[in-house]
């Protein structure tokens, strides 16, 4: 019985923990992570993000971008920024020029600690498959490995192991 006890528990504290990064992944879903933005002496992380987008990300309209918070993350040397979007749209037509990004420079999604975590686990994989030019790769979220429109991997952001394909955890 104790043992019976323990694993529902132990189910019951998945299913939360589950919830939990749902909830958080959900929060930050319109949320921006830039690297490589130079910091200024004015402080004006918004004017600095604006600079940015329109000088290195060649988006024209970066005055016109509704911005519901900007402000810098501390890391190791170059904070970076992070910038919630008011809408949906504008973050992903701000997230599709970083390939014009060189360098240092780059723009990420704020996913939550678990996911990046988990997609670590299969960038190797990804990077093995990349090197096939004819591939067609993407990660799906949370964290499922796409190769020419087939889901070949997916990684539980909670436990860092392998799903069986064609199973839910």
Known sequence: ETNTRCGNLERKLY???????????RCRRNNLLFHGVPE????????????????KC???NGNELLLQSVHRVP????????????DFRQRE?????????KGKQAISQDL???????????????????????NRLGVAYPCKL????QVIRIVDPLTLKDIPLGHRP
């Open 58 to 60: 060649g988006l024209s």
């Open 15 to 25: 299913e939360v923990s589950q919830q939990r990064l749902e909830l958080d992944a």
């Open 112 to 134: 939550p600690t678990e996911i990046r975590n988990a997609r670590w686990v299969i960038a190797d994989q990804f990077a093995e498959l990349r090197k096939n030019k004819d």
């Open 40 to 55: 200024t002496d004015e402080d004006n992380t918004r004017a600095e993000l604006t600079t940015f987008l329109v000088d």
């Open 93 to 101: 037509l701000v997230r599709s020029t970083r390939s014009n990004l």
């Open 146 to 149: 796409i190769c020419n429109n």
């Open 75 to 86: 890391t190791r040397k170059t904070p970076g920024i992070i910038a919630k979007f008011v």
